[in-house]
Nanobody, 126 residues
């Protein structure tokens, strides 16, 4: 079992930055692909970013490309999401997830992930 705990959310003005952290326990995440998802009020949970277990490659949804950066420190069993140039539409609960690698493709769907955190709220004021 992998337990995931997100932190770093909060209230920020549009154009500002936040850095989310996802601390894992119970098992090392070094062999898992890690992802960030978000869910805005009244909307379905959507994919934001993912990083391969090796840490070498990343993939983002189009709306955050160039603004968000996912990274990982396997030695600390932690994954990060650096969010810059935040927009009002980035407001959501952000979730961290861990999934077993599936070949060479990126994990972008909810069902591809095995473990989830409880989420952290990010609110961007316009």
């Amino acid at each position: 079992q992998v337990q995931l705990v997100e932190s770093g959310g909060g209230l920020v003005q549009a154009g500002g930055s936040l850095r989310l952290s996802c601390a894992a326990s119970g098992r090392t995440i070094s062999s898992y692909d890690m992802g960030w998802f978000r869910q805005a009020p009244g909307k379905e949970r959507e994919f934001v970013a993912t990083i391969r277990w090796s840490g070498g490659t990343t993939y983002y949804t189009d709306s955050v490309k160039g603004r968000f950066t996912i990274s990982r420190e396997n030695a600390k069993n932690t994954v990060y999401l650096q969010m810059n140039s935040l927009k009002f539409e980035d407001t959501a609960v952000y979730f961290c997830a861990a999934g077993r690698p599936r070949g060479n493709w990126y994990l972008t769907r909810n069902y591809e992930y095995d473990y989830w955190g409880q989420g952290t709220q990010v609110t961007v004021s316009s």
